[in-house]
């Protein structure tokens, strides 16, 4: 849910979808597949005479979450954004839970996320402080794909560490684990790094090599198991010393509490766009904030804009762990916003303008435009 009481009623007038294709200046690879490419969706929301920008972080491929760019584009087109026309946008609120709409957290997170940018702009007030954030850098981490050997995998790692990332994330999956991460302590025997499976193992098959991992003191392991797991994640946890956390398997607050009941884990990675947008971020923050959980923010490859809203969330209290967001210049040969992210001393500054605090490159992104829908009210 926004905050109880948005600014002042206003009406929004127009929502513009857009799809626009950008390179990765690096092939991306996680168990599920890779990417090479993000189909970016951004969506602008504008209402007496401000703009609230939110990016849906949907992939190409069903591989992470059963959405897709195509399946939050209709949804988006045919659904949610001629429903918001209708409404002004105090009553768009209602829109955020959606009663009517099950499932596509990563369609609604776009509306509501928008939403967000839009009311802190009117404000304005930064988007971290309607949030109820309070850091003003955040620490961070980078997220490294797999890579086709070993050496690649250990330059890219020193590379990063030597940037001043405070946390190194392994993507693994079956055959590229165990012997991988041994290289890696063996040259970074002390470095901050955590492995990341995707969902690439079960219980009980793959319980030994799993608890084998324990001898490379990771800072967690990420969603080892099934993407809607959390039973079978309960007992891994029992039966490994290195904290479990979750990724994929949590979508609501709801999957949170069940987590925390059951001890699945003790760590989660939060997603804005994976659970529904900013509010139920919140929601699952101060869940695991009073359970002792720490929490951090996740990625999902976004350009400036996602990475904007990633960054002001992440600046809650209970985000005490580096969050993957990196700088622009390790996803984009160019980004969308300006200033561009950069961090100094593994620290991302947030943005001190109102709402997301960076600014849409307009010509940019009209440029690189391939579909886009106008709604009007
Ligand atoms: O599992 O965290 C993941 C990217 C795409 C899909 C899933 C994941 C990721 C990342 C990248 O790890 C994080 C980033 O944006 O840097
Ligand atoms: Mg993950």
Redesign the pocket.
């Known amino acids: 849910m926004l905050p109880e009481r948005l600014h002042k009623r206003m009406n929004i007038r127009r929502a513009v979808l857009r799809e626009l294709p950008l390179q990765l200046t690096e092939f ?1 690879e ?1 168990s599920s597949g890779g ?1 090479q490419a993000r189909r970016i969706v951004l969506l602008t929301l504008e209402a007496d005479g401000v703009e609230g920008w939110s990016e849906c972080v949907a ?1 190409d491929t069903p591989g ?1 979450s059963y959405e897709t760019t195509d399946t939050a584009w209709h949804v988006l087109s045919r659904w949610l954004l001629p429903a918001l026309m209708e409404l002004d946008a105090d009553d768009a609120r209602t829109l955020v839970p959606a009663p009517w709409l099950r499932g596509h957290p990563m369609a609604r997170a776009a509306v509501e996320m928008a939403l967000w940018d839009l009311e802190s702009k009117r404000r304005g007030v930064r988007l971290r402080d309607l949030l109820g954030g309070v850091a003003e850098a955040v620490p961070v981490g ?2 490294i794909g797999i890579q086709r050997t070993d050496a690649d995998l250990v330059e890219r790692v020193g590379r990063y560490l030597a940037e001043g990332y405070r946390k190194i ?1 392994i ?1 693994i999956k079956s055959g590229r684990d165990i012997e991988m991460l041994r290289t890696v302590r063996d040259h970074f025997p002390t470095a901050p790094v955590m492995a ?1 499976a ?1 969902s690439a193992y079960a219980l009980p098959a793959d319980l030994d090599r799993l608890a084998a991992m324990d001898e490379f003191d990771l800072m967690m392991i ?2 080892p198991l099934s993407h809607d797991d959390l039973l079978d994640h309960a007992t891994l946890q029992r039966c490994i010393e290195t904290p479990v956390c979750l ?2 398997s949590i979508r609501s607050h709801g999957d949170v509490r069940l987590a925390l009941h059951l001890g699945s884990g003790r760590i989660v ?1 939060i997603k804005p766009g994976r659970v529904g947008g900013l509010a139920s971020s919140l929601a699952i923050h101060d869940a695991c904030r009073a359970a002792g959980w720490p929490v951090w923010c ?5 350009s400036g804009i996602g990475r904007a809203h990633n960054v002001a969330l992440a600046s809650l209290p209970g985000f005490t762990l580096p969050g ?3 700088n622009s210049s390790r ?1 984009w040969a160019e980004d969308i916003v300006y200033p561009e992210f950069a961090m100094a001393d593994g620290l991302m500054p947030v943005p001190d303008g109102a709402g997301i605090g960076v600014t849409p490159r307009k010509d940019r992104i009209d440029r690189l435009t391939t579909r886009m829908e106008v709604f009007e009210a």
């Open positions: 991306f996680i990417t992939g992470y980078v997220s994330k993507k990341d995707n990420e969603q990724d994929e990675n996740g990625g999902m490859l976004e993957d967001i990196s996803y």
